[in-house]
């Protein structure tokens, strides 16, 4: 099949993630989502209140395990019933709901290790904020990314400043800016969550 656009085998115009993990693991990738019991600045009072005006009541982990479950009894459960429609599929824990890098970085350490110690675990992918990336935490993705495939994911959502503070994301550009930087440096991949077509935008 003739491919129009260089990195997408599904005429896509854009680099697609599942494009880029079958390129890389010459399978089908599927994300498991889990829900790591963390919670956000932006709906604590650190930040703010109430969360994005974008994010679901479950801190857009809608479709995430069981938080009352152990991290890996979550991806057991969410994977074998993957399984069932893709039994060749490889499956990457995937830190969904909230903020997953906003706790003390020794409990964030204890749950991303128990992630990676399921069965057949290629990876690990966690969705946080980027003013949730102090040192601490970047230097534990640091050593986590020489040990496994990661990458990090943040919701960006809009560059325009006006619109950010409308959708109440709670952070300016430059702090996504300085967070990318720690993470090119360190040379984990990432993940920029875009929202199109937001009130005001074209």
Excluded at 64 to 87: E, H, N, T, Y
Excluded at 91 to 103: E, G, K, L, M, V
């Amino acid at each position: 099949m003739e491919r129009p656009f260089p990195y997408s085998d599904s005429g896509k115009r854009y680099h697609t993630l599942d494009y880029h993990l079958r390129s890389k693991f010459h399978s089908k990738v599927f994300k498991v989502s889990l829900n790591a019991g963390f919670t956000c600045p932006n709906r604590d009072g650190s930040k703010g209140f109430g969360g994005c005006t974008y994010c679901s009541a479950e801190g857009s982990g809608d479709f995430a395990g069981d938080p009352s479950s152990s991290i890996l009894d979550q991806f057991c459960s969410v994977r074998d019933m993957l399984l069932k429609k893709w039994p060749d599929a490889l499956y990457i824990p995937y830190f969904q709901a909230y903020t997953n890098t906003y706790a003390p970085v020794e409990e964030l350490e204890r749950k991303y290790r128990e992630a990676l110690s399921c069965e057949g675990i290629d990876g690990l992918a966690i969705a946080t904020r980027p003013d949730c990336m102090g040192d601490d935490v970047v230097e534990l993705l640091d050593r986590l990314n020489k040990e496994t495939y990661l990458w990090v994911e943040f919701g960006l959502q809009t560059s325009n400043e006006e619109t950010a503070r409308l959708i109440n994301r709670g952070y300016v550009n430059s702090v996504y800016i300085s967070a990318m930087k720690k993470l090119k440096d360190r040379n984990i991949e990432t993940v920029t969550h875009i929202i199109l077509g937001l009130p005001g935008e074209t």
